[in-house]
């Protein structure tokens, strides 16, 4: 796991990003931890999540006092993913973090699966 290596990723595709989008990607902070914390899995969440987009969409954020926006990339998780399904390192965080970005930017499950970003 390497969280430089993974934060170059994401600033990749963040630069070759329409200038809308790269903009509205450039609001949310990315957090890189190894795997989920115990708060988070206690939630509800599987301990084998890839990502993890929090707070309100960029849309409806300046409405809700909730936590600030923000996308959680879990390495050791994405690492594990791209060995199950033979991908890359680099593909699982670009993938993960598309999809994380879709959720910001206010995309629910259904929409990001035709994006085949589910």
């Known amino acids: 796991m390497n969280p430089a290596a993974a934060r170059r990723i994401v600033a990749g595709i963040i630069r070759r990003l ?12 990315v957090c890189i931890e190894d795997y989920p914390d115990d708060d988070l899995t206690a939630d509800g969440l599987a301990p084998d999540i890839l990502g993890l987009f ?16 923000q996308i959680l990339l879990f390495l050791g998780n994405i690492l594990e993913e791209a060995d199950e399904v033979g991908t890359t390192f ?22 990001l699966a035709e994006r085949d970003l589910d």
Do not use: C, N
């Open 90 to 111: 680099e593909e699982e965080v670009g993938r993960t973090y598309l999809h994380e970005l879709g959720h910001y930017l206010g995309l629910d499950e259904d929409a």
């Open 54 to 69: 929090v707070g309100s969409p960029r849309h409806q954020h300046d409405h809700d006092p909730g936590p600030p926006p």
């Open 18 to 29: 329409p200038e809308d989008l790269r903009k509205a990607a450039e609001e949310v902070p």
